[in-house]
């Protein structure tokens, strides 16, 4: 199974194709579209790996951006004993949730590519059951 060593937000990730990651806000996207990460460290897999000095020009991962949400509530609470002083203040940190769907190599060969995801289609079923005589739907 190849990976790759990405960075983005000031952080480093360790992806596979098909995996699902939360990462810092990306700034200007919306949901529903494609990302491309142009910061590969590192790339390889079992047997091989291929490392950049500090990254590894051609290499890219292609990611979907799934959606951009908040995390849960961080109250920052500061007190000072005696002296009738404290402050209360909440923070929201945002991100982008994100899939990969391929791993490039420096020579834009796809080492690595998800599998398509089938959506089920939003259709209502309705059966007709008899039940003793009458008819009665479901």
Do not use: W
């Amino acid at each position: 199974m190849s990976y790759a060593i990405i960075q983005t937000g000031g952080k480093q990730y360790k992806v596979k194709a098909g995996e699902i990651l939360k990462i810092e806000r990306l700034v200007d996207s919306k949901a529903e579209t494609t990302v491309e990460f142009k910061e590969i460290l590192a790339y390889g897999d079992d047997k091989t790996i291929e490392v950049g000095s500090p990254l590894v020009k051609g290499a890219k991962v292609e990611a979907n951006l799934i959606s951009n949400n908040k995390n849960r509530t961080i109250l920052i609470f500061k007190k000072r004993r005696r002296q009738n002083s404290r402050r209360k203040n909440g923070h929201r940190q945002q991100y982008s949730l994100i899939r990969i769907i391929k791993i490039y190599s420096k020579d834009g060969k796809v080492l690595s590519e998800a599998e398509k995801i089938v959506k089920p289609s939003k259709k209502v079923e309705t059966k007709k059951v008899k039940i003793e005589g009458k008819l009665a739907s479901k």
